[in-house]
């Protein structure tokens, strides 16, 4: 065989196993069995053995091999990746539907439905129609790359052939396992003595996150996809998701659209009805308003659009008894009374705990040691104690009384005006509390100290190396080498794991601080905000709350926290180890300071800005976008086709202004 005709071959049998895989993948219908296509995926392999130049990204024996080397590295998505909010009866449906038709100044909403894939978040990116990137949600700015792993799901194509070309696809979508495949794998696992997974998610999460691509691809991965956005113009979600299946994407297969609120909740229980039948878990439906300029329009609050919602099914709940209770002291504090349970099997776990979550509630559901209780667990949230059956209750119940003081460092326990929750206000003193702060300090999404988990930590507060976040860093590798369980090498990995953490974001930075009600998305808002650690320390609380969904709580948490001089001195210690981010270019240094304490309301098409550009320029320059109309608001910018909320600023008296108007507002006058 000769380079031409190679070449030829190679092409016919790249259409043939791109063709039998999605029979077998998308189609559920293989027109030839495993073993001709075995033969057929050996031909392939041994031409691109002998001519290896031809060996082209797309070939489908490419799938495996990429790896990342020994983490993952960052990627930051172009558009943020959201979560959604949730409506759990037919009150949160209707204020839905309403707030849309509002702001919309329509009578009715035409809704895109679709299931909503209990798995993991991921973007793909199709450059010039080949695969070319793979990535996690993260914190929703910035994830991780996982293309080694993605390229192993063999229900996706890495070449689009069909359906719409484009420069740039970028799909997004989520990685599931089927539950049959997820059975399979596990009774295989089981016997080969290795870990069995809890139920399908855990194991497409623990799949997706291999370094090695070699072992994803013995895991059967899937992916489905829910958006599209490329250059092409797309009207709706209901024509994106008709691309996607033109581009051959996997999709559920099983969206409409409908129109008001009866018809989400007939869809909602259709859905319901059918769960047990499709080969894979879903935890809800999602709602979305179909039309894609009318979603522009509606915007996003906080980390969620404004245009759609999840409507989620009831958590799943089991009957077990309480056989203790005892407390838990938690990272920042907080003892929560936890209920030791008869183990009981409910979503796919055994759960042997449950909350109670304080003694309020605990004595408001009037709950005893060694009643039967009915508990509920919904995805990834921990199990909670629903209520206690009365009637069955045994005549030794008997009542748990709250300690007084930490069962960890025995300071005395404090409940704060207007708290439910009791405190122990000894932080970093108290073993417990010192024992999470690390933890959250060294995990993944904070600063991610890969080979410093719970039993290490455990062993390096023993031994006295670690009790500050600091304390980390000035760890030397001959400390190690002496104790238990640590050898030359993971010695060494650990010392390399640590002074590669050294290089993070100013987000992530914040966020393994551990502050009390400051999450992920929060902490890259603030540092998006204030660009500067220094910067931050300087707030007082109402400079906090001009951070978009900043409010008094959160920003009192930040206010107090670095108020705290010991707060101080870790992180001026944490930098002298030479912790490092990149500069931020914060939206607090205003381009211009032409719209300092002003508000915003965007409505209509605008013509020559998107309308993310227009959010942008006005933060940039120190204003402030808000989402509907009030007294406060201080001027309504009105593109075409401008809906109720321009009624709404005329009845109110807000001052009304043109796209041009607004744009010279931003501009500097000579
Ligand atoms: S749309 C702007 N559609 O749910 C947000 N999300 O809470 C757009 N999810 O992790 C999300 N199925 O990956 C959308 N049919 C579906 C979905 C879906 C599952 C996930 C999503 C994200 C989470 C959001």
């Not at 077998?24 to 219908?29: P, R």
């Not at 039993?455 to 006295?464: A, C, R």
């Not at 953490?501 to 009600?517: A, C, E, V």
Request: hydrophobic content about 35%; charged content about 30%; some cysteine.
């Amino acid at each position: 065989m000769n380079i031409e005709q190679a070449k030829l071959r190679i092409q016919e049998l790249k259409k043939k196993i791109n063709k039998h895989n999605h029979a077998y993948y998308i189609e559920n219908s293989p027109t030839i069995t495993d073993a001709e296509f075995d033969l057929i995926y050996k031909e392939l392999l041994d031409i691109e053995k002998k001519f290896p130049l031809l060996v082209e990204e797309s070939s489908p024996t490419q799938r495996v091999g990429g790896k990342a080397n020994n983490s993952f590295s960052q990627v930051v998505h172009e558009k943020p990746m959201l979560s959604l909010s949730n409506a759990f009866d037919l009150k949160d449906l209707e204020a839905f539907d309403k707030r849309i038709r509002d702001e919309l100044g329509v009578k009715e909403v035409e809704y895109a439905v679709e299931p909503k894939f209990d798995g993991l978040a991921v973007t793909l990116h199709y450059i010039n129609s080949i695969f070319s990137l793979g990535a996690t949600r993260g914190d929703g700015n910035t994830g991780e790359d996982v293309t080694h792993n993605i390229k192993t799901i063999k229900s996706l194509p890495i070449r689009l052939t069909h359906g719409i070309c484009a420069k740039k696809i970028e799909v997004r979508g989520e990685v599931i396992m089927h539950k049959d495949d997820f059975n399979k794998l596990n009774s295989e696992q089981k016997s080969l003595g290795l870990k069995v997974f809890a139920n399908p998610r855990n194991a497409a999460a623990g799949s997706l996150r291999q370094l090695d691509s070699a072992v994803a691809a013995n895991r059967p991965l899937r992916f489905y996809a829910y958006s599209i956005d490329s250059e092409e113009i797309i009207k709706s979600q209901e024509e994106g998701l008709n691309i996607l299946r033109q581009l051959k994407i996997p999709t559920s297969g099983l969206s409409r659209t409908v129109v008001g609120v009866k018809q989400l909740i007939d869809y909602f229980q259709y859905i319901e009805g059918i769960r047990e039948t499709l080969p894979y878990d879903i935890d809800g439906v999602v709602y979305k308003v179909n039309s894609l300029n009318h979603q522009d329009e509606l915007g996003f609050v906080s980390k969620a659009p404004r245009w759609a919602i999840a409507h989620k099914f009831a958590a799943e709940q089991a009957e077990t008894e309480i056989l203790d209770i005892t407390v838990q002291v938690g990272r920042t504090g907080s003892i929560t009374p936890v209920a030791r349970l008869k183990p009981v099997f409910v979503s796919g776990v055994t759960v042997t705990n449950a909350t109670l979550h304080n003694e309020d509630e605990m004595r408001r559901k009037d709950i005893l040691i060694g009643d039967y209780v009915r508990i509920r667990r919904a995805g990834d949230v921990v199990p909670e104690v629903i209520n206690a059956i009365h009637n069955k209750r045994p005549e030794n119940a008997r009542k748990y009384m709250m300690p007084t003081s930490c069962p960890v460092c025995r300071s005395k326990l404090i409940k704060e005006l207007g708290e439910a929750v009791l405190r122990c206000n000894a932080g970093m003193d108290c073993k417990a509390q010192k024992k999470q702060s690390l933890m959250h300090f060294c995990s993944r999404k904070a600063m991610d100290i890969d080979g410093l988990g719970e039993k290490i930590i455990d062993q390096l507060i023993e031994v006295n190396l670690i009790n500050t976040f600091s304390d980390i860093y000035k760890i030397k590798k001959d400390q190690l080498t002496g104790l238990e369980r640590f050898a030359e090498k993971s010695a060494e990995n650990l010392i390399k794991s640590i002074e590669k953490s050294k290089k993070t974001t100013l987000g992530k930075f914040i966020y393994s601080l551990g502050i009390r009600n400051i999450g992920e998305a929060t902490s890259a808002d603030i540092a998006k905000h204030f660009g500067s650690i220094d910067n931050i320390i300087e707030q007082d609380e109402d400079s906090l709350q001009q951070v978009d969904d900043i409010g008094p709580t959160v920003a009192k948490s930040i206010g107090k926290y670095f108020s705290n001089e010991r707060n101080k001195k870790q992180i001026i210690s944490l930098v002298e180890q030479g912790i490092v981010w990149d500069e931020i270019e914060s939206l607090d240094r205003h381009a211009n300071s032409k719209l300092n304490g002003l508000t915003f309301v965007l409505t209509g098409t605008l013509k020559s800005l998107k309308r993310e550009e227009a959010k942008s320029l006005i933060q940039n320059c120190g204003g402030k976008v808000v989402g509907s109309v009030s007294k406060k608001t201080s001027y309504l910018v009105a593109g075409e086709e401008a809906g109720s909320k321009l009624n709404n600023a005329i009845a109110l008296n807000v001052q009304v202004i043109s796209e041009d108007e607004f744009i010279n507002l931003t501009k500097d006058t000579e």
